[in-house]
Each structure stands twice: as C-alpha cells, then as structure tokens.
C-alpha cells in the first residue's frame, strides 16, 4: 500500500496481518471455550435445551427426579442419606408441594408452576419467589470398577450451603444447612473432594444442598465425579479461559494504545479499556473461583458493576467534544452529576450495609441502574450521532453491544449461558474496536502517505520550474552582457569613426583659415574637394548607422513582393557600367535570357543589399579591376528547399585574409587588407547579412587574398512567377 510512498516507513499492520490475528484470537478463545464447555458435558449435564420437565412429577410419590448420568434429585428436601433410604423404604417422605411443574434447567430449576395453586397451599408469591433455584438434595450411586482406587467430585459453585456425605458419612460442610428464611451466607466454591470406593467399588454421594432464604441459593454450576486427571482438566480449563481472556485485553491494551493515536481523543480508549477491564475482574470475582472469604467477594463483585456501570456513562459522555448539540451541552454537567451521585450513593450502601447485598430488592435496583444507564447511552449516541460523523457507526453499534453484555446478567441465573456469552460479546466488541482502529490507523497513514506523494511531485515540479526561469534568467543575463559589450563597442567604434573625418574637415577649415598668405585657386579645391570626401564619409556613416538601426528594431517589416533579381541587378549594373566607363575597370553582367529569376521581397532592401555588394567590390580592386556579375539558378537543388536564386559578385581585387573572412559581416568590422584610403564604416556587410536573414536568404564569401573575392547571395525562388502576378 505505501510501496510508492518514497520516504514513509511501511505502516506495521496490514490489513491482512491483522485478519491473522483476529482469526488466531477468535480460533484461541473458541478453544478455550470449548474446553470449559466440557464442563457442562460431564456427568450432571443438562442444558437449557435439553431441560428435563418436572410438571409430571409427583411430589406426593416421595420418588426423586431422575437426572441424567444417574443423579436423583429431592426437591427442596433436606434429607440425609438415612432419610433418603428411609424414605426409599417408606415412600413417605414430607414434600414441598409448590414444584408443580418445575423446570430443570442448566443452573438448577425454575418453577412455572401454578402460583394460584401455590398460594392455596398456604405460602405467599415472595416464598414462591425467593425459591427459584437448585435447593434441594442430589444423590447419585455410582458403581466403579475394581482398579479405581478414588475419585474426586468437584462442584464449582455452591450458593449459601451445603453438606455433602459420601458412603453415609458427611465429609464436607459449607454455610448453614437450614430451613430458616432469614439467614444469609456468601456462596461457596467447594474444593475438590477425594472420594474413595467401597471394597465393592460402590460410591453414594448426597450432597444436602439448602437455604430457602437466598434468592441464589442451590447447586449453580454442575458438580462433577471424575478421575482425578479429569478434574485437573476441567479446573485447567477455567484458568485457561481467565487467562486466554486477560491475554487477550493484554493484547488489545497495547496495541489499542499504539493506535488510538488516530482515535480521537486518547482518553476515550482508556475509559473503554477501564470500563471493560472492570468487567474482566467482575468475571474473576465471580462464584466459580472464590477469591475473598465472606462477604468481601460479592461485595467487590458488585462494585466493579456498579463501576463498570459508571465508566460506560463516561465513556459514552466523553466521546462527543462539547458543542456537539445544544441540547447536551446544557445537559452536560446535570448528567455527569447524577450518575456521579447516583454510583457513589450505591456504593456507600453496599459497601456500609454489605447485608442488603442479598436482598432480592437489591438485585433488582442494580438491573435498574443498568438498564437505565444504558438506556441514557443508546439515546445520547443515537442523538450525538446526528451531529458527529467520526465512528458514527462503531459508537452507535458498541452502545448496543455493551448494554447487551451488562444486560446478560439478567439471565445470569442460567449461569454458564450467561459467561460464555459475556465473554463471547466481549471479545466481538473488542475485536470490532480493533479492526476499526486498525482500519482507521490503516486509511490515516495512506492519506499521509497518498499527500506525501502528491507535495513529493508538487516539489519536483516546482524544482523543475524554477530551474527553468533560472536558466532563462541566465541567458538573458548573457545575453544583455553581450549587448552591453556590442553597444559600448559601437559607440566607441561610430564615436571614432566620426571624429576622424570630423578632425580632417576642422584641420582642412584652420588651414585656410590661418593661411598668412591668400591660397591658390588650386589649393582652395583642394581642400574643398578633401573635406566634401570627409563629409560624404560622415553621411555615409550615419546613413548606415540609421539603416543598422532600422533593421534592427523590430518593427521594421518587410514589404514582400514579387522581385526579378534579374532586372533589378541589371539596372544597377548599368548604372556602375556608366560609372566605370572612361576608367580601366570593367564590369560585366550574365543571366538567363528566357528567365526572369522571380523571387519574394523587400524591393528597397534588396536593392541595398546587391549595391553594397558591387560597390565593395568596385572599392576593393585596383583600377583595372574586373567585376563579374552573374545571376542564375542555383545549381545545388538540395539549396533552400530545391528552387534557388543566386546572384554571384566575383572581382579581382584585393581579397580578405583567410583568417578574417568569417568576420567580415560582424559590425563594424574592417580586413586588415583594406586599405586606409578606402572609406568605409564597416557596416555595409552587417546590413546586408540583416537583410538576407529577413529574407530567409543565405550569404557568404570566398575569397583568396591577393586574388579577390566571391560574393554569393541566395534566395529561395518564388512559385508564382512575374507575369502571372503584373496580370
Ligand atoms: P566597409 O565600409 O569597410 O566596406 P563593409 O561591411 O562593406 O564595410 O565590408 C567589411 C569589410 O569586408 C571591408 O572593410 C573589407 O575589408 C572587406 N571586404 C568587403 N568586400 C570586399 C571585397 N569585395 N574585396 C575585399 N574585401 C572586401
């Protein structure tokens, strides 16, 4: 999941891992379970399906109820093996007629039986009520086999009293045996007993278990005659649960605490923790392993209720910050306050008046409590729930559970339904919560790894950008570097180059005008004749500085147009044909007769262009220099896209050294060759170049120095030739 999330360490649970664990922890408890489940297999077994109904017994026969595994039973008797035999002699003995229609279920009996019937036999509906259970006597004859040297019989959980005799001879005694309405006794967990067989291998068991005064009282849990290993098993396998159980809170405290980093308060997950660990010491305190003598064991019992009630409401209070909804948020302190008081008023009861404990009344108030607590919490999560989405689901269906659980102890007279099934919603809310901290966990760390990745991929192209305004920032710089230099050289170059005619004209004015005698006729046209060639030259100067200038500048655009460079080179051959006439230079002129060289372009330009050219080249040959001019389709048909133009200015003069060629059309730039006489501001060729790139033209020159030079100037043909455009 977070593979791609480049810097953040794998998250340590993966959903998948923690399926494992929960399936482990659900296949561990379940055979936990199933171990102290064959607690309820062994030889008193009978379940709350399998109920034996005792409506069609007799009680005037004074024959017992046959249970299953051979156990009879006397209800509500209180005999002594003697009586038993007696009675079995007799079959005559004193009954308790109100068990009409009796119920055997897994925690003793229940009567259904006729309460209109029972009052006729002059008892009141609180002896009806207070005498649910298993009170009674329970015998059973077993016969061994010779090799058994003992047995031991185990009852996990006496309520009140008990004797129990074995072969005729009382061997243990727990609480008062007694009839009397009005005598409480804490419950009892009886230790194992060693029984050991007749020489016949016979054994009788009566256990007289007895007080009508406890609405608990009787045989709760199933007592058990088995090897001794057996038994070992069984009591193995009540530690087991405990500790499968407190493994599994163990288990759940640390992880829990690693995660509820992303539970929205960390507080909440204690008091959830403490609201169930008060449920787990409920569980240890309860009647099957007698911790505390006396009273002391149901007394913590039923405080850790009362306080396990008490953290529900907190728990469930402190989930919602306050602002949630008006309507609890003036509630807030009233509710705190009135379950706060209420605890501590059922504490100090229990705790000053540890009697009341057994009343049927206390019971009662403390169902109430429960149900009432509970009650309040369903609503306030439903309501809250409207206003609060975080864990709306999980909150609304833990309040649900948990009032299930604490209301389990409604049914807690069937006693072994009740544990398995508190612990068993016990371990599904933990394992929901788990899941859902996990998840939560899970889905907050691929949020974060899932930002990570997209600031990861903003930064990269942020980096990206501001690498490349960087380095746009860096040519322009080198680029203005460049133009400074160019700029500060031109001036240096035009402000040269203007002073020096400039200084000829003025040494040429104070000549003559400190001349001490009047000049001749000749030297005045002289002088004359030499500052016009230096004004000419300034012009000239400025002129092309003008025409740079123009080029450059971006809105100077081209006048396109169809051109035939054979005519407009021809005219100005003519023109410099005149001009050489009655000189020893020659110039001549070759092109195409049946092809007018038709090209697009700047008329006025090019005219400058192909003038510069033959100008040079009449400036830079001696006096019987020969200048050819030629014009022509390009030969190459690879040239500018396969129709090309040229015009080729060859002369005889003086040539450009080879080394400076690939100078001659920067500004400025003058051969070393070309003489001091010539005048020239080095411009010419910079235009010219300037003009062919607009054009999309090429330029270029061979030249040997000594021997001269060959211009030649290319330009793409046009495909609409002249006559069809003059048309
Ligand atoms: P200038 O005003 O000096 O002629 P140009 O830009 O026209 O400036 O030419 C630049 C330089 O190129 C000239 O100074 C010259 O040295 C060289 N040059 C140009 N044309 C020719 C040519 N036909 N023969 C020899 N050198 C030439």
């Given at each position: 999941m977070s593979s791609q999330s480049g810097k953040l360490r794998k998250h340590p649970f993966s959903i998948g891992l923690s399926i494992v664990i929960l399936v482990a922890a659900i296949v561990i408890s379940s055979l936990a379970f199933l171990l102290i489940n064959r607690r309820r297999g062994s030889d008193f077994s009978y379940t709350i399906s399998g109920a034996v109904n005792l409506s069609s017994w007799d009680a005037n026969q004074g024959m017992p109820v046959i249970l299953e595994k051979g156990w009879e039973f006397y209800p509500n008797h209180i005999l002594t093996p003697e009586k038993i035999h007696q009675s079995q002699e007799e079959n005559a003995t004193e009954r308790y007629a109100y068990y009409r229609g009796v119920?055997?279920?897994?925690d003793g009996w229940i009567d259904l039986g006729d309460t209109a019937e029972l009052y006729s036999y002059g008892?009141?509906?609180?002896?009806?009520?207070?005498?649910?259970?298993?009170?009674?006597?329970?015998?059973?004859?077993?016969?061994?086999?010779?090799?058994?040297?003992?047995v031991t019989l185990?009852?996990?959980?006496?309520?009140?009293?008990?004797?129990?005799?074995?072969n005729g001879k009382a061997v243990r005694h727990y609480g008062t045996v007694s009839e009397a309405r009005n005598v409480y006794e804490p419950a009892r967990v009886c230790a194992d007993i060693q029984i050991e067989p007749t020489s016949e291998g016979k054994i009788e068991i009566v256990i007289v278990c007895a007080n009508f005064s406890s609405p608990f009282g009787g045989i709760l849990s199933s007592p058990c005659v088995a090897s001794t290993s057996t038994i070992g098993t069984i009591e193995y396998s009540v530690r087991m649960y405990l500790t499968v159980l407190c493994a599994f809170w163990v288990f759940f405290l640390i992880g829990g605490s690693y995660i509820s980093k992303t539970f929205i308060s960390r507080s909440k997950f204690y008091f959830f923790l403490l609201m169930f660990a008060a449920d787990i010491v409920y569980e240890i305190f309860a009647p099957s392993v007698n911790i505390m003598s006396g009273n002391w064991n149901t007394l913590i019992q039923i405080s850790l209720l009362i306080l396990a009630n008490y953290w529900t409401f907190l728990f469930y209070y402190s989930l919602y910050p306050k602002g949630t909804s008006r309507l609890f948020d003036k509630l807030r302190?009233?509710?705190?306050?009135?379950?706060?008081?209420?605890?501590?008023?059922?504490?100090?009861?229990?705790?000053?008046?540890?009697?009341?404990?057994?009343?049927?009344?206390?019971?009662?108030?403390?169902?109430?409590?429960?149900?009432?607590?509970?009650?309040?919490?369903?609503?306030?999560?439903?309501?809250?729930g409207r206003h609060f989405e975080h864990g709306k689901n999980l909150y609304a269906g833990s309040v649900f559970l948990?009032?299930?659980?604490?209301?389990?102890?409604?049914?807690?007279?069937?006693?072994?339904?009740?544990?398995?099934?508190?612990?068993?919603?016990?371990?599904?809310?933990?394992?929901?919560?788990?899941?859902?901290?996990?998840?939560?966990y899970v889905r907050t760390y691929e949020?974060?790894?899932?930002?990570?990745?997209?600031?990861?991929?903003?930064?990269?192209?942020?980096?990206?950008?501001?690498?490349?305004?960087?380095?746009?920032?860096?040519?322009?710089?080198?680029k203005l570097v460049e133009n400074e230099e160019a700029r500060k050289k031109m001036m240096s170059n035009v402000s040269h180059d203007l002073r020096t005619p400039i200084t000829a004209i003025r040494g040429y004015i104070e000549l003559m005008l400190n001349a001490k005698e009047p000049l001749s006729r000749e030297q005045e046209v002289q002088y004359l004749n030499n500052m016009h060639t230096r004004s000419v030259q300034m012009e000239q100067l400025i002129s092309d500085l003008v025409q740079l200038t123009r080029m450059e500048s971006e809105n100077d655009t081209l006048e396109l147009m169809p051109i035939s460079v054979k005519e407009m080179v021809q005219d100005l051959f003519q023109l410099?044909?005149?001009?050489?006439?009655?000189?020893?230079?020659?110039?001549?002129?070759?092109?195409?007769?049946?092809?007018?060289?038709?090209?697009?372009?700047?008329?006025?330009?090019?005219?400058?262009?192909?003038?510069?050219?033959?100008?040079?080249?009449?400036?830079?040959?001696?006096?019987?220099?020969?200048?050819?001019?030629?014009?022509?389709?390009?030969?190459d048909p690879a040239m500018l896209g396969g129709n090309a133009v040229e015009v080729l200015i060859r002369d005889n003069g003086v040539g450009i050294p080879a080394n400076e060629v690939p100078y001659v059309f920067d500004r400025f730039y003058r051969a070393e060759n070309s003489g001091i006489n010539k005048t020239g501001s080095g411009l010419g060729l910079s235009i010219v170049k300037s003009v062919m790139d607009k054009h999309g033209g090429k330029i270029w020159v061979d030249s040997e120095e000594g021997r001269g030079s060959e211009f030649h100037i290319v330009f793409a043909a046009s495909s609409v030739s002249f006559d069809e455009e003059e048309e």
């Open positions: 119920q055997i279920s897994s008892y009141s509906a609180s002896d009806y009520k207070m005498n649910p259970y298993g009170v009674g006597t329970y015998r059973i004859e077993l016969l061994l086999s010779q090799n058994v040297d003992f185990n009852i996990p959980d006496i309520a009140q009293s008990a004797t129990i005799w074995v302190y009233v509710e705190l306050s009135l379950f706060s008081v209420i605890t501590a008023l059922y504490l100090v009861t229990f705790w000053c008046f540890p009697s009341v404990m057994y009343l049927h009344s206390s019971t009662v108030a403390n169902l109430v409590l429960l149900l009432v607590t509970h009650l309040y919490c369903i609503f306030r999560v439903l309501y809250m948990n009032t299930f659980i604490h209301l389990t102890i409604l049914i807690r007279a069937q006693y072994f339904v009740y544990i398995t099934l508190h612990a068993f919603l016990l371990l599904f809310l933990a394992i929901s919560f788990t899941l859902y901290f996990v998840m939560d949020k974060l790894a899932d930002n990570n990745k997209n600031l990861e991929s903003a930064v990269e192209e942020k980096t990206r950008y501001i690498k490349r305004v960087n380095q746009d920032l860096m040519d322009n710089h080198i410099y044909h005149a001009e050489c006439e009655g000189t020893e230079k020659t110039i001549t002129f070759d092109a195409p007769k049946d092809d007018d060289l038709i090209i697009e372009g700047d008329p006025k330009k090019l005219l400058r262009v192909f003038e510069n050219i033959i100008v040079n080249a009449m400036k830079y040959t001696h006096d019987d220099g020969i200048i050819n001019i030629v014009c022509h389709r390009y030969p």
